[in-house]
């Protein structure tokens, strides 16, 4: 069983100031993990993915998240908000079982971030 | 490369009646996915299609909604009849075989009064 927490509903910045999302999962197994950033009326964009590599995983638009499995974490952080970057935001975990499991992907609730002038 | 196309974009329909949903996937990715997003919460998987067979369907509401995959390629989901709390955004997705990075398409945002 795999299922995923985001800990805050919504989340509000500054231009400039940094982001953090957090993100906490459970897995069976070891998990991949994404981030991904949903626009209004827009389709689902892949931000960044861990998949067993380097802890620290780099992304688009300058975000990066750290897994840490001590912490069964996965936060999402940028050093400095843009305007652009107002969306919700979703932390997913993806199985590594075998079977019909592989590859399903369990979303958390979604956090939407705000960036004020 | 194309990305993963929906339509219809938005639909509104009264309870009761039909309504059906297209999804063309990226071209070669063998997996499919149909998700429902109800607002204010994280998409879930509805089914699974690994070519144009069924991998998963354990969460499909098979007493009112229907999907299929003919040819392996494009897919259909329907809904009927559709109750009121069938409202959502419905978003198809596709990856490589064997891949987990999905690609999801805009979506069709379903109304039903």
């Known amino acids: 069983a795999q299922s995923v927490t985001q800990l805050d509903s919504h989340v509000s910045v500054s231009e400039g100031t940094p982001v953090l999302l957090r993100c906490n999962y459970s897995s069976s197994y070891s998990p991949s993990l994404f981030w991904y950033v949903q626009h209004p009326n827009k389709g689902l964009q892949l931000l960044l993915k861990?998949?067993?590599?380097?802890?620290l995983v780099k992304g688009i638009n300058g975000f990066e998240a750290e897994f840490k499995k001590s912490e069964t974490s996965f936060h999402l952080t940028k050093p400095s908000a843009h305007m652009s970057d107002a969306a919700e935001y979703f932390c997913?975990?993806?199985?590594?079982?075998?079977?019909?499991?592989?590859?399903?992907?369990?979303f958390g609730q979604g956090t939407i971030l705000t960036v004020h002038p | 490369e194309a990305g993963v196309a929906q339509s219809p974009r938005y639909k509104i329909i009264e309870k009761r009646q039909s309504v059906a949903f297209w999804c063309n996937p990226i071209s070669g990715h063998a997996t499919l996915y149909w998700y429902q997003q109800i607002l204010g919460q994280g998409p879930k998987l509805l089914i699974q299609f690994q070519n144009n067979g069924v991998v998963d369907d354990s969460q499909l509401p098979k007493d009112r909604f229907s999907a299929e995959r003919l040819k392996g390629v494009d897919s259909t989901l329907k809904i009927q009849p559709a109750k009121l709390e069938d409202s959502a955004v419905y978003l198809c997705a596709s990856s490589l075989f064997g891949v987990r990075e999905q690609f999801f398409g805009p979506g069709t945002r379903l109304t039903v009064l």
């Open positions: 997913v975990v993806s199985s590594n079982a075998g079977g019909t499991s592989y590859g399903k992907l369990t």
């Open positions: 861990y998949t067993s590599a380097a802890t």
